[in-house]
């Protein structure tokens, strides 16, 4: 169902090639007004994370959208090497060039951006946070009354059923920044997490993206293209099952569809805590309604978080596949 009005989205992200792919979600889906970009580290460096926000808007003619610049590393824990191996050491599959841009960052630090956002237009944006939650978590300590002033805030992060894919229980943006994300899913933001629960159900084919880059016969899908190949290949050496596809987990673009097309996805609400140190560090603790834990930090003053923990994969595919075979480009 077409909503009566867009969503207004800030689009928080460390690209990555799942988050490039995500940001052509948005930039193509008619419900998604992305009305700025804020970088983070993560699978990249936060100076490399502004060049390729800033890069794939300026490709795919959108180069008047807003890019801030945010966090260098995690709150409290030692940062760690970006994932050369996963998103290339350019974050986008190692492109062999790039062609001049001239759109330039906006001066403001990602999380000024952010409060300055909600309280010009509050009630009004949406978050759609896909890297390390430390640009909101600085949000909040510039602005606490940010849950009240913004609309929402999807995370790509996080897994409460499935195990996790940089230690047995932690999810990579999470284990990123553990101390950040603690306190974005105790502030009280009306709050879906999207994790691996339902990313490690959606598999994208390489294929889709070259279907997707013959159909455009543009930069913005061919350097796409280039740079799922590099992460498929990543994917497809590890998972059997992946490789049988030839193809990646979508994870960010799930959060825009978590966004787009709820009835998509099954979930239970309750409240999330983060292991913020020891061997579970990073670990999404969800707490079931139904139980009484005794043990301290569950609190009843803590707000609930709608986990998503089902997805209809192949509607996800198909919606994905319409969504960036439509006329986005150049328009
Ligand atoms: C998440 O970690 C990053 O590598 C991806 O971009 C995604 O946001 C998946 O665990
Ligand atoms: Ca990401």
Known sequence: MTPAVPHRVIYDTDPGVDDAMALYYALAHPDIDVVGVTTTFG????????????????IAGR????????????LVKVGEAPPDHIHGADGLGNLPQRVATDNRLDARNSAQFIVDMARRHPGEITVVAVGPLGNLALALALEPALPRLLRKVVVMGGAVLEPGNVSPVAEANIWNDPHAADLVFTAGFDLTMVGLDVTHQVILPVRLFAQIAQHHQHLATDTLHHAVAFYANFYSGLYPHVAQIYGCFGHDVLAFVALTNPELFGSETGRVRVAVDGLAQGQTMLRRKDIAYPQSGWGPGLPDTRVCTQVQAQACKDLIERTLLSRWLDV
């Open 63 to 74: 180069s008047r959208v807003p890019v801030t610049q945010g966090v260098a590393a995690p």
């Open 43 to 58: 699978n990249v460096t936060v100076a490399q994370a502004a060049r390729n926000a800033l890069y794939l808007l300026a």
